[in-house]
């Protein structure tokens, strides 16, 4: 689709001229960042540019546009030394996500979110702002589930580096287990919150559930956050991070249950005649699999590994015995 | 590249009438901007439609007006109108707005709206916080509903069930979208005479606008927009009674709300709890493996043995 991609590219060059007038001691890895644009990506923005600016297009009529040293350098746009204002996109998608962040339990920024919140439709097109408002409030976006009361503790945890004593219930065991952890991000995927830390247990990195920690008791001691810790890596949730100890897994789904492919984090489907699927996935446990597979019955089938097809075959037998007392 | 001639050209196009102090006509913009005057006449003016439209879509207002006796019309865009003076916002509004935003990723709409906030403030938006939040993402069909929706305008899409199998024809009056995990559509669905909601996951190819101008149908008052949770909660079709195992019984309670009705002496709880659809329900009990047992009605303990069953009599070769 390279006309919407043209259109997405000058929607953020509009908004990166301002920007980047507005921030001179920005480096290019800061413009970068914010833009969620690689270095090659901001100098073919710049080399545009360079073209651009008024009639009747002589060397004082040009936009200033270069990348110096570190920095980019952008004048010569008095017409753009603001912004467009918000589009209606861009302000629900602010609206939105404002306001669920705002009803997360513990949020004390929630006042000053709802203070900001409200002042958005000034800064929407004339017009527009009657139709965001009305729209926003028919669109919501949840990001909490029940059990989710210990986020507070854990975000204050994350921010001061405080080692936590959790109670923690693994499903694949079922077994309830006390470990020092220390948190280190909180990411929210699919779903559920999952805190990411150092299990004192193992000395890994690991991530749990939050609605799975029973309870979070704060300890006396603060943590150094390990040298290598990249937050970044959890930046589309906890499950795409691929470790040393995965294992590879293929299922195939009869259409009834196809649902799997929605929940479950897969590398790779194929469509299978008669509306079935493929998909092969990378994880380091296979009980929570397991117990997924239970849900699905006989419409799911484990291709490999055979460990994995006899743990539910075990799984299925231990639960069935409780039916057959 | 071809990309940057038409971003060359539209960049310029929409400098020109932010920078006019009066309304320029068709003639002087094909005069002024280079890249037009390269055209023959016909070539020109549908460009010249096409990217009016883009600039429009950018959502810039091109202000039209009449500018002499014979009526030609002269174009431009009213900087006061079309750019962001300074909305107004303190730091800690712009922390906490920023604490929202990065959900959307970079280049979202939500992360570009941000940036455009933190410019016209004046205030720098701060770096990352200690969470990441979902990546919530506005596709095309997200925005097409997002029309329908303001428009008061029934859509259509191709809609497979959970139960797979071939997608089929759905038009619906859409009422609301929600997120959670995963956007769904909630909805009233004619044909069927029923509010459903449709994820949009499971939505074929791509959502239409039904044609036609005006609204289609009243929406309902917010209150009635029904977000289902799990297979207990909604319209309840019985009420169950499952036993969890010690280490379980906590975690069944937080999530569902159940009603706790006893304590055996094992230390395993019996809970009861409303079901919405018994079938996922049976599904969400077998889940448990040996660490939940469902206790009531009977046909709920029948429909958790008989997926347990088939799995636990598989051998190996069968799994294929």
Not at chain 2, 61 to 76: L, P, S
Not at chain 2, 131 to 153: H, M, Q, S, Y
Not at chain 2, 255 to 284: C, H, K, N, Q
Request: glycine share 8%.
């Amino acid at each position: 689709m390279p006309a919407e991609r043209t259109t997405e590219r000058l929607k953020r060059i509009l908004v990166l001229v301002p920007w980047v007038m507005a921030h001179q001691e920005a480096t290019v890895s800061e413009v970068c960042e914010r833009f969620g644009i690689t270095r090659d990506e901001l100098a073919s923005d710049v080399d545009v540019l360079m073209m651009c600016g008024l009639p009747p297009f002589g060397p004082g009529d040009l936009i200033e546009a270069f990348i110096e040293e570190d920095h980019v350098q952008i004048g010569m746009a008095d017409y753009l030394t603001k912004p467009p204002r918000l589009t209606r996109a861009e302000a629900i998608a602010l609206l939105v996500m404002g306001r669920a962040v705002a009803a997360l339990p513990g949020m004390e920024e929630a006042a000053s979110l709802r203070n900001a919140l409200g002042k958005l439709a000034g800064a929407v097109s004339p017009g527009e702002a009657e139709r965001a408002t009305e729209l926003a409030a028919r669109v919501a976006v949840e990001l909490g589930a029940a059990g989710d009361d210990l986020l507070a503790g854990l975000r204050h945890a994350v921010d001061e580096h405080r080692r936590l004593r959790i109670t923690y219930y693994t499903s694949g065991r079922d077994e309830m287990t006390e470990r020092d952890i220390d948190p280190l991000l909180l990411c929210a995927s699919l779903g559920y919150w999952y805190v990411i830390a150092v299990d004192h247990k193992s000395g890994e990195e690991r991530t749990f559930r939050v609605d799975r920690i029973r309870d979070a008791v704060p300890t006396a001691d603060v943590f150094t956050p390990p040298p290598g810790f990249d937050p970044s890596r959890y930046t589309d949730g906890p499950f795409f991070t691929p470790s040393s100890r995965d294992l590879l897994v293929t299922l195939d789904l009869d259409p009834e249950a196809a649902w799997i492919r929605e929940v479950v984090p897969f590398e790779h489907e194929k469509e299978l005649p008669g509306g079935r699927y493929r998909i092969e996935l990378r994880t380091p446990h296979l009980a929570w699999l397991v117990r997924l597979l239970l849900s699905a019955g006989e419409a799911s089938h484990v291709v490999e590994p055979a460990e994995l097809q006899e743990a539910v075959r075990d799984a299925a037998a231990r639960a069935l015995a409780l039916y057959e007392r | 590249m071809a990309g940057n001639d038409k971003i060359e050209r539209l960049f310029n196009l929409i400098s020109l009438l932010l920078d006019t102090r009066r309304p320029l006509t068709v003639n002087d913009i094909r005069e002024k901007i280079p890249s037009y005057g390269d055209h023959t006449d016909d070539a020109f003016h549908r460009m010249f439609e096409r990217d009016k439209n883009d600039v429009r879509d950018l959502g810039f207002v091109i202000e039209q007006e009449d500018i002499d006796a014979w009526g030609e019309t002269g174009y431009r865009i009213r900087r006061q109108e079309a750019l962001l003076d300074d909305p107004g916002f303190a730091p800690d509004e712009m922390a906490a707005l920023s604490l929202a935003a990065q959900a959307w990723g970079g280049g979202a709409d939500g992360s570009l709206g941000l940036l455009k906030l933190s410019v016209g403030s004046g205030v720098a938006e701060p770096g990352s916080t200690g969470w990441l939040l979902p990546r919530v993402t506005l596709d095309r069909n997200i925005a097409v509903l997002f029309e329908a929706i303001v428009g008061r305008k029934r859509v259509r899409f191709e809609y497979r069930t959970g139960g797979g199998g071939e997608p089929h024809a759905r038009e619906i009056e859409p009422h609301g979208l929600y997120h959670r995990g995963t956007w769904y559509l909630a909805g009233y669905d004619r044909a069927r005479d029923a509010l459903r909601n449709f994820k949009l996951a499971r939505v074929a190819g791509p959502i239409e606008l039904t044609p036609g101008r005006g609204p289609d149908f009243e929406p309902p008052s917010k209150a009635e927009l029904g977000i289902p949770h799990g297979p207990w909660e909604g319209e309840t079709e019985g009420v169950a009674r499952v036993a969890f195992s010690p280490d379980t019984a906590w975690w069944a309670e937080r999530r569902t709300g159940a009603r706790r009705i006893e304590e055996r002496g094992d230390g395993w709880v019996t809970l009861e709890m409303p079901v919405a659809e018994m079938d996922s329900f049976a599904g969400w009990v077998a889940g448990f493996a040996d660490a939940a047992v469902a206790l009531e009605p009977p046909e709920l303990r029948a429909a958790v043995a008989a997926r347990l069953q088939p799995l636990a009599a598989r051998r190996s070769r069968d799994a294929g």
